[in-house]
């Protein structure tokens, strides 16, 4: 008679011939896909992205991580879901508190 693995107590099964629950191996991933939302809204935002101005500080900011992570691809998919954020919060709250010049700030006389 014929078993399949499955079917085999889990004792009998030597450690290679367990499913390791790695993805890998059992097919299935724990995290989720970087590619998701509206397609033409990703790609506009990586475009967005890399075609920053070089005075602004997102451009900075993306150059710095490109630096630190050693991958532009990285760098650019960070800033382009920094602008999608940005983007929400103006479209929710009809300005980008961020972006706003800062007032400076009052010390109380002691």
């Not at 008679?1 to 499955?6: E, G, K, P, T």
């Not at 989720?32 to 990703?42: A, H």
């Not at 050693?70 to 961020?98: E, F, P, W």
Request: net charge positive.
């Amino acid at each position: 008679m014929l078993m399949i693995c499955s079917q085999l107590p889990a004792t009998l099964l030597l450690p290679a011939d367990r499913l390791d629950s790695r993805p890998r191996m059992s097919g299935c991933t724990p995290f989720r896909s970087g590619r998701q939302g509206n397609r033409l809204v990703r790609w506009a935002a990586v475009e967005a992205a890399q075609k920053l101005r070089t005075d602004t500080h997102l451009h900075s900011w993306r150059e710095a991580l490109a630096e630190r992570r050693n991958s532009r691809q990285i760098a650019k998919v960070a800033a382009a879901r920094k602008i999608i954020t940005l983007v929400y919060y103006g479209l929710r709250d009809g300005h980008i508190r961020c972006l706003q010049p800062r007032r400076p700030v009052e010390l109380a006389a002691a």
